[in-house]
């Protein structure tokens, strides 16, 4: 095993210009989906190298609660360096448990007060409108006998034009159908595991709004009226709740922009010798060199502890 254990925790490195470049040639579908499935594996893969190292590197510490047998040198020697890596890696793990954590309840506070918020409306109502000043419209997602719902305040509602009302409501109703909210939560727990992911969230999150925009422009057939709804909604908008998909959310212009011009292609991989196709290859390559040296680390540090386990 030896250092390649350590090969997870910079191998994020290797996806931050993905981030920057996915938007240039894919769909935002596609790379909403590529950002945050790369995020999700290299974040899983850093922190299954600090478990193995913060595991076998304090074995030898006195008081822990793991088996003798766990501090020979056979198994000390699977992990590099000295004793004090894997406190220090004790001790990043431990701040990741707490940041995952943090999130988790972060997300669940604001869905439950948008839960309350709505607990006094028609459950019919479709979109929700709640009397509010401030201007702003959610796609919020439901549970398992609760349906997605949108909701809009009154002061958004009376800020749009009837047609770019409509298309706010079906880029809202496309977060719902593409379970957005998963991806931006996925993400989420992703950077907080590891902050050099943080980009490749942020970017996830973009194209996400944009996959939303491109289904809108669909739904109302017509790019350019999603494109003045978009404009107009950030001018009086207001930010949207964490871990929730709003319509003027993400960096507005180069989403009108974006809309503007024609539709990316919906599939197919970058040509090599562009610099979005040598970003998706370093990342590529990255993020399968993380995945094959966490799991080589797994079953060598599996082996040696079942040899050195007394049946």
């Known amino acids: ?17 993905l981030g920057r470049l996915a938007e240039q040639w894919s769909h935002p579908r596609g790379a909403a989906r590529l950002l945050t499935g790369a995020s999700v594996v290299l974040a899983g893969c850093s922190t299954l190298s ?8 304090t074995a030898q510490l006195p008081g822990n609660p793991l088996p003798d047998s766990w501090s020979d040198p056979e198994v000390r020697e699977a992990v590099p360096g000295p ?31 948008l839960r309350r918020a709505l607990a006094a409306l028609p459950a019919d109502a479709d979109p929700a409108l709640l009397p509010d000043e401030r201007p702003y419209a959610y796609a919020v997602p439901g549970g398992l006998r609760r349906p997605g719902r949108i909701v809009v305040s009154t002061a958004m509602r009376a800020g749009l034009g009837a047609d770019e009302y409509r298309a706010l409501l079906a880029h809202e109703r496309a977060h719902l159908a593409g ?7 996925a993400g989420e727990l992703a950077a907080r595991a590891h902050p050099l992911l943080a980009p490749l969230r942020d970017a996830a999150a973009y194209a996400m709004e944009r996959w939303a925009d491109e289904d809108a422009a669909r739904a109302v057939g017509d790019r350019g009226l999603t494109a003045r709804a ?13 871990g929730l998909a709003g319509f003027a959310a993400g960096p507005v212009p180069r989403r009108v922009a974006a809309l503007l011009r024609p539709l990316p292609p919906t599939a197919g991989w970058p040509p090599p010798t ?21 799991l080589n680390a797994a079953v060598t540090l599996f082996l040696v502890l079942k040899a050195a386990t007394p049946l």
């Open 83 to 113: 004793d004090a890596l894997g406190v220090v890696a004790l001790a990043v793990l431990g701040w990741t448990l707490l940041a995952v954590g943090d999130a988790l309840v972060r997300r669940a506070l604001v869905r439950g007060r």
């Open 274 to 294: 562009t610099r979005a196709g040598a970003a998706a290859l370093v990342a590529a390559a990255g993020t399968a060199a993380s995945a094959l040296s966490a």
């Open 1 to 17: 095993m030896g250092w390649m254990v350590l090969l997870p925790l910079v191998a994020p490195l290797s996806a931050l210009p």
């Open 179 to 185: 379970h957005h909210h998963r991806y931006l939560l």
């Open 50 to 57: 600090l478990v193995l190292l913060a595991v076998v590197g």
């Open 230 to 242: 978009v404009g107009h909604a950030a001018l009086v908008g207001h930010r949207p709740a964490p």
